[in-house]
């Protein structure tokens, strides 16, 4: 798949000095796809593949008050984490849980899921764009 944003760039420059300088310990290249964009005062970041997904969760702030965190899943994975007006740190938790390829189940997401607690809990009805 093609992922035309910076982080992306940056992760294959750095993979490919490390293995032109450790040609005897090469290193796959397989980043967790992640965009941030500054649009106005709101940042918007996306870990994973947010397109193609069974359900979504809002498992951290409001879509009213343009700050929010949503779980994607696809299956039974975690696939995707995109989110608008929060820092970086907030997210990491989640690349890391994409990273590992971590269940569904053992999510926050699931948990919110589960408890019927998130208010805009559906089928997939938009996907977010590459930005
Ligand atoms: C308007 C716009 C907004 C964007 N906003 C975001 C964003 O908010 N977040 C995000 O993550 N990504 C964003 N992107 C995407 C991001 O900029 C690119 O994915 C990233 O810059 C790609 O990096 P790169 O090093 O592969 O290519 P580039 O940054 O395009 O660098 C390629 C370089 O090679 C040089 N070059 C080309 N041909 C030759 C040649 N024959 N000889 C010598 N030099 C050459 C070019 O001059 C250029 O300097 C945006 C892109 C655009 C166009």
Known sequence: MRVEHRTNAAE???TVAHNLLHPDRPRAFAPVPYF???QYDVRLQAYGHPRGHDEHVVV???LTQGRFLVA???GDRLSAVPAAGLPPRTLRPWREALATDTPWTATAAATASARSVAPH???PATHMEDA
């Open 36 to 38: 941030w964009t500054d």
């Open 72 to 74: 994607y899943r696809t």
């Open 121 to 123: 809990t559906t089928a």
């Open 60 to 62: 951290e702030g409001d």
């Open 12 to 14: 294959q420059a750095l």
